[in-house]
């Protein structure tokens, strides 16, 4: 079915699609119409859904729900997403397959709420203390907005990880044509074989411990603190605390080939080359045709998961260009992994430029580019 | 054309976005790709509304969501004309209110048409709240880029229940009325 769709109304079709059938939240600019799509479209389905008093509630009802069977999503923008990190490092430790949908305005703080940003690209990553890894991953269209959507909930079943969906305003808000399949398939958890089978421990770290659904009879401890194969705590020993640590690492990085997604253009003989994610991404595609057009060697690395992050593709487009762009709508997070990746063999500036919901530009782009190749 | 830009802007209440909506889902009826997006201020009443449209031949052309410089831009309240003249292409063709706007507010050099799609929705449809609507049937007459048929047939699939027939007539009028201004 072809239809004309926001980014959010597609996070929300892609979600009732992947077969969520719970959805709590607390309402806040620019993701809401997500949460009043699930309101309208869940219950009517047999789903719940599920008002709470704030972010803190809704995350930790969604967690619930998901042990006890259920595909379970919120959505929120920056500071609610400041609020849910609590639970979503007790997710990791826990093993709770969960949808985050963060659609990024201006922050810090209250900032500018209808408007768009990518500042929240480290917190996605690094929100939670402790030693943790959640996928991440950058829809550019709302078309993306519906397939990532779904693919979050195929990750967060099969990895038992909460997976976080990160969205902005331009693209929340913005309206393209999208593609519904007529049927998705979406993968669910697996549960144990018996009650012998250890919900917390796997032999093959890439791939998740069974997860028994609470209510049906299974006896299962669900802790944050350290715990061992059976859900045990232990919270002074070696052993158990990195064992646990190592394999919640491994599971998510040792499945990079599965996670990571990326696109590229002209990857191997730009001069210059752009790396970036999101609705950015959009205006440097028309950028390097700009660029093209005046007979500029450019190219592009368009990354669609931001974590785990895979530094190849961003090396080796360093390795033909003499410098790299990294335009974002913030002050610069996704340059320092360029910087990381290039390892000072290739020049990386930054575009940044955020607020009033001023975009980056194609032509402001092209001609930092000349400016920068010294052409100008 | 390659890549047509068109921006609708007035104050929020004026069903900015709505018309920008039903718009977009015509012109893919059309056989058009679209891209749009919107932007508004956090009031329901006054305040700015904008809807802007990308229209392509195909996706493969659909890059940057926002409009440049708009080939085609509805004014429906003065305090949005000036505010996003800068936003409009020197020889764009420029379609305004002009219950709301004065001729003399037009920059020369755009191609302007002045119709007062309040005045008539008010007068003419009973209701001020359907000028959007009386708005996008002229834009059929005026740009040709689609048909009354096929903005008659989004309005009946996506508009609520009790203003369909309302939303019908108001379209009508608004062909009619750019007819008769010679479009």
């Not at chain 1, 620019?30 to 789903?47: C, F, K, Q």
């Not at chain 1, 205006?283 to 390097?288: G, L, P």
């Not at chain 2, 709301?100 to 799609?117: H, V």
Request: charged share 25%; net charge negative; glycine share 10%.
């Amino acid at each position: 079915m072809r239809s004309l769709l926001t980014g959010n109304e597609a996070v929300a079709e892609g979600a009732l699609a992947a077969g969520c059938n719970f959805y709590a939240g607390y309402p806040i600019t620019p993701s809401s119409e997500i949460m009043h799509i699930m309101a309208e479209r869940l219950p009517r389905r047999g789903g719940v859904f599920y008002q709470a008093e704030d972010e803190i509630a809704a995350i930790n009802a969604i967690i619930g729900a998901s042990w006890a069977g259920a595909k379970a999503m919120t959505a929120t923008s920056g500071p609610g997403f400041s609020l849910m990190q609590e639970g979503i490092g007790y997710a990791v430790m826990t093993e709770t397959p969960l949808v985050i949908v963060d659609v990024m305005r201006a922050g810090p703080a209250t900032g500018q709420a209808t408007k768009p940003a990518q500042g929240d690209v480290m917190q996605a990553r690094w929100g939670r203390h402790g030693d943790q890894v959640v996928p991440v991953l950058a829809p550019s269209t709302p078309q993306e907005c519906f397939d990532m959507t779904v693919r979050a909930f195929a990750i967060a079943e099969e990895l038992r990880t909460p997976v976080i969906v990160l969205s902005d305003e331009f693209i929340g808000h913005g309206r393209e044509v999208v593609e519904i399949p007529g049927r998705v398939e979406v993968p669910s958890r697996r549960r144990p074989r018996g009650r012998g089978e250890p919900p917390f421990d796997s032999p093959d770290p890439r791939v998740a411990p069974p997860m028994p659904p609470l209510g049906e009879g299974y006896y299962v401890l669900v802790t944050g603190s350290t715990h061992d194969a059976y859900g045990y705590r232990d919270t002074r020993g070696f052993e158990t605390h990195y064992r646990l640590v190592r394999r919640l690492w491994d599971k998510i990085w040792l499945n990079m080939d599965k996670l990571f997604d990326y696109e590229e253009r002209n990857a191997e003989e730009a001069d210059v080359g752009f790396v970036a994610f999101g609705s950015t991404a959009r205006s440097v595609v028309k950028a390097v045709e700009i660029l093209e057009a005046r007979g500029v060697r450019a190219g592009y690395v368009r990354l669609k998961t931001l974590w785990p992050l895979d530094l190849r593709p961003i090396r080796r487009l360093a390795e033909a260009a003499r410098a790299i762009i990294v335009p974002e709508l913030g002050m610069g997070q996704l340059i320092l992994d360029v910087e990381r990746a290039v390892r000072g063999e290739t020049r990386v500036v930054g575009y940044n430029k955020v607020g009033g919901g001023e975009p980056i530009y194609p032509s402001e782009l092209a001609r930092f580019a000349l400016e920068v190749l010294g052409r100008a | 054309m390659e890549r047509l830009e068109i921006m609708i802007a007035g104050r929020g209440g004026q069903g900015i976005l709505l018309a920008g909506y039903l718009l977009g889902l015509t012109l893919i009826k059309h056989g058009y790709y679209v891209v749009q997006s919107e932007s508004y201020s956090a009031e329901t009443r006054g305040g700015d509304s904008r809807s802007e449209l990308i229209v392509l031949k195909e996706q493969g052309e659909a890059d940057y969501m926002r409009v440049r410089r708009a080939d085609i831009a509805v004014f429906m309240y003065g305090e949005q004309l000036r505010k996003y003249s800068d936003k409009v292409r020197n020889d764009a063709l420029v379609i305004v209110d002009s219950t709301f706007i004065k001729p003399e507010e037009l920059r020369e050099g755009w191609r302007s048409i002045l119709i007062p799609f309040s005045r008539i929705a008010e007068e003419q449809a009973g209701t001020i709240r359907v000028a959007n609507i009386v708005m996008l049937g002229a834009l059929a007459r005026i740009t040709g880029l689609y048909t009354l048929d096929e903005l008659k047939e989004t309005i009946q699939r996506n508009v609520k229940p009790g203003w369909i027939e309302l939303n019908l007539r108001a379209a009508e009028l608004g062909y009619k009325v750019a007819e008769e201004h010679g479009a």
